[in-house]
């Protein structure tokens, strides 16, 4: 086992994965979150530091759970996020559909799996991400 210091309170911690906080302040970035998730909510026009100051937290914790996929934006945002391989505007997530289809393809490709007996898919999938969104 690993032991860091909490990137938030400094204390010692015992460390496993993801971000470098203790408990304490993850169980307290978890909450911002939900702050942050509720006033893109009512707010969806918010610019990014409206958000930041209003919920107190910092602008790039905020693209980190974009990028996470753990909030997204709507169209009418303002709120700009660039593609990372091609620059295009993206509202969650690191990548464009476009590239996002061109890399799962190439992903398959290399795999160099039969293509010929694709499943169709079957309800639950696309069901459950536009619950996540709507909430
Ligand atoms: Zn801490
Ligand atoms: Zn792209």
Redesign the pocket.
């Known amino acids: 086992m690993e032991v860091r210091n909490?990137r938030?309170?400094g204390?010692l911690f015992n460390y496993l994965q993801g971000q470098p906080?203790?408990p304490?302040?993850l169980a307290e970035l978890e909450e911002k979150f939900q702050e942050v998730k509720e006033y893109l909510r009512v707010h969806p026009k918010a610019p990014l530091n409206e958000i930041a100051e209003t919920n107190e937290v910092s602008v790039k914790q905020i693209k980190q759970w974009v990028r996470e996929e753990r909030l997204a934006f709507t169209e009418e945002s303002q709120i700009t996020l660039e593609c990372e391989a091609c620059g295009a505007r993206v509202l969650s997530g690191r990548f464009c559909n476009n590239c996002r289809s061109h890399l799962q393809n190439e992903l398959s490709g290399a795999m160099k799996r039969p293509t010929a007996t694709v499943a169709p898919k079957k309800n639950g999938s696309t069901k459950d991400r536009m619950r996540f969104l709507d909430n």
Request: glycine share 24%; with cysteine; hydrophobic share 10%.
């Open positions: 909490c938030g309170c204390r906080l203790c304490g302040c």
